[in-house]
């Protein structure tokens, strides 16, 4: 789409020229002493760099359960410290369902179109709608996805992709390589990186998901990824020792976690925490002169939420907690960062309740829903569903940092695409 804008020269010379000059530069555009009123004056709003964190699924029960089980009443989570709070809709366009999808719900923050479920990138029509990623490409801005889904899930093709349906995963993936090429790219899902017969660094058919096995339908798109001049890297280690500007990791044959049957045991054992895949793109992406755009998403809180699982859903919004709490510290020393927090739709109903013998019928008395202790008290409490599926409420979304203020108050989720490529583009307020 965009040809890369030149950024530096050739070679490790000019590498290092530039990393010598980001040090000399002060840090450029916003400012966040201007989302206090302070002076709005030329490039004041600025986003150099925009951290854009989902949790998936993350409904504001959702954020409550967490911020009740670790940090308790009188506590608050570090994605309840940003300086704007509102919320948005989480209305699809599908013809045929009244609540979205993660295709559907990642298009309208990504686009700002409403589309059908399923949909990634692309209208209702099924025409492709240029995305954040894209827009912040254009400006020569490195970007990256993280998350603890397979890359190729809706959330993230939604950011650098465009296809009909997003079961069309090897063909997302060829798309990153080929056509929006972010910088960083890290998760799970390697099976659709490998074709059929090629079990890639993640065995295929393992004992904790027999049904897990490579079935891309592009060919190696690993091979292809280096030949592009992507470090591609499998593991913990080899993501430490990554070095380079572009960066593949697939930690998993799919999600990096494990989600069951109510009751059977899901596991939430990530094989790089969600924390550390975000510090390690930070690192790579804060290269860039330019500033960046980061999508960081727990897939998680939604996958357990479809399953009923309270505990595991707590694991996974703590793990999503100390993501935003880096993002902020991030934030904290490089001025002019976005930082926002957002849910694409709330998953399984979750209600947050006494604990009461009488209230829990026999499907629901498992103990992955409590009782939990509510945290710095002597106090429990329990959780219950109403669905295994999504459910149509707004979400909460909290943004600081340069334009965050127009994400404050009630809006519709595709407001949120428009008030970020403003913030990126440095348009003024209004
Ligand atoms: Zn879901």
Known sequence: ????????????TGVAAAAALVMLLPFGGGDRGGDRGGGHGHGNDRARNVIFIQGDGLGLS????????????????????????????TDSADPEEAVTDSAAGATAFASGVRTYNGAVGVDADGN???T?????????????????AQVTDATPAAFGAHVPDRGDQSEIARQFLESSRP?????????????????????DNPAKDPTEESKGTAGNLVERAQDLGYTYVSDADGLADARGRKLLGLFANEEMFEQRNEGEGDLYEPEVPLVDMTAKALDVLSRDRDGFFLLVE????DEFAHRSNATRTIQAGQALDETVALALDFAKRNRGTLVLVVGDHATGGLAIENV??????????TTEDGPFDLAGSD??????????????EATPITAQGPGAERLAGAQRNTDVHDAVLRAMQGRGRG
Request: proline fraction near 5%.
């Open 1 to 12: 789409m965009h040809a890369r804008r030149g950024r530096f020269g050739a070679g490790t």
């Open 62 to 89: 959702h954020r409550e359960l967490v911020r009740l089980a670790t940090v308790g009443k009188d506590g608050q989570l570090a994605m309840n410290t940003l300086e704007h709070a509102g919320w948005t809709t």
């Open 128 to 130: 492709p709608v240029p």
């Open 132 to 148: 954040l990623l894209e827009a912040a490409r254009g400006l020569g801005k490195a970007t990256g996805l993280v998350t603890t």
């Open 183 to 203: 910088d960083v790219i890290l998760g799970g899902g390697e099976d659709w990186w490998f074709p059929a017969g090629e079990p890639g660094a993640w065995e």
């Open 298 to 301: 727990e897939e998680a809180v």
């Open 356 to 365: 009461d013998p009488e209230d829990e019928g026999g499907e629901g008395a």
């Open 379 to 392: 106090l429990q409490f329990t959780v219950d569903w109403t669905t295994g599926g999504h459910t149509g």
